[in-house]
């Protein structure tokens, strides 16, 4: 049988900075993605005429429906219904490690997977910005996860361009026993008033050049995330986690897009094992992944 496989990486935002709810719900974003090395499979295979179906494997998949509400199977749908023909249908077999409802675009990332590898099994014939243009009406994360690397977004953070970046840098995930709702953060965020201004404020400059230095130090210590307080309202155990981080030597620690991941940068890769053994003992979450970014974005496997 035909089987289309893609790997789809999550992210964490080494900066967001956020204006006030717009008109149409959404807030405006200045933010800098990262693609890590921490990745969900997804394996298309032809459906029953006309039929779009998913099933869930793997991290978390018991709280990931894999009916029509499902993001991935929304995307098939939608390649479908503006390049292809009623009859077409997949099967999408999810295989999850990106964390669920973590603040690391997991759902986001499958929706790009399904896009891109159901446009291959359907041999559609579409663009980069064609898939670009129906990853951004699915999601403001769908977009980065199609391009991977390191991105700046604007507008809700589903227009995206690559950034100059060197080398690898090395991180430790905290991951959360609960996950947290991105739409209740960004309320939560309006409720505390928050937002300085109708836009964000900038992206540091020096956190771009850390970024082109490949300056571990420096990029640590220009990581924001104006969500954080928001965030740490609603889960204030997290507060525990990045500060354990710092003292355990990470040279930076924020909480990933709206949590509660908690990403900790380290020096080096050898500064990343140190800093997983230490935090192994702390109990300050639910599990400790080292991973590495930047990584490329949604790939054929
Ligand atoms: O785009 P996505 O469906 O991933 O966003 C989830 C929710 O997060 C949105 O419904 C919205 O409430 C909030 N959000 C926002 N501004 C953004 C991105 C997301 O308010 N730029």
Redesign the pocket.
């Known amino acids: 049988m035909i089987e289309v496989k893609v790997r789809v990486p999550g992210k964490v935002n080494l900066a967001l900075r956020?204006g006030a709810?717009r008109a149409d719900?959404?807030?405006?974003?200045a933010t800098v993605f990262m693609a890590l090395s921490l990745a969900d499979e997804i394996t298309v295979t032809p459906g029953a005429a006309g039929s779009v179906t998913a099933a869930v494997t793997g991290e978390g998949h018991e709280s990931v429906g894999s009916g029509p509400d499902n993001l991935a199977v929304r995307a098939a749908l939608l390649l479908r219904d503006r390049h292809g023909t009623p009859d077409l249908g997949a099967h999408l077999a999810i295989d999850k490690r990106i964390p669920v409802a973590g603040g690391m675009a997991g759902?986001?990332a499958d929706a790009a997977g399904a896009l891109l590898a159901c446009a291959r099994l359907w041999e559609l014939d579409v663009t980069q910005d064609d898939l670009l243009d129906l990853a951004a009406a699915l999601?403001?994360?769908v977009p980065f996860v199609l391009i991977g690397g390191c991105a700046l977004g604007l507008n809700?953070?589903d227009r995206v361009t690559p950034v100059l970046s060197r080398g690898s840098f090395h991180w430790v995930l905290a991951l959360a026993a609960q996950g947290l709702s991105?739409?209740e953060v960004?309320r939560r965020f309006d409720q505390r008033g928050d937002a300085a201004a109708p836009e964000p404020p900038p992206v540091p400059p020096a956190l771009l050049n850390a970024l082109a230095q490949g300056n571990a130090a420096a990029l640590g210590a220009t990581l924001v995330n104006d969500l954080a307080p928001a965030a740490l309202s609603l889960a204030p155990e997290l507060r525990r986690t990045l500060d354990a981080g710092l003292e355990a030597g990470a040279v930076g620690a924020v909480i990933s897009g709206?949590g509660p991941t908690v990403a900790l940068l380290a020096r080096d890769e050898d500064a990343a094992t140190t800093l997983a053994v230490r935090l192994s003992s702390e109990g300050v979450a639910k599990r400790l992944l080292k991973v590495q970014g930047p990584v490329p974005g949604a790939q054929f496997v």
């Open positions: 956020a709810r719900g959404y807030h405006s974003l759902g986001s999601g403001a994360d809700r953070g991105t739409a960004f709206s």
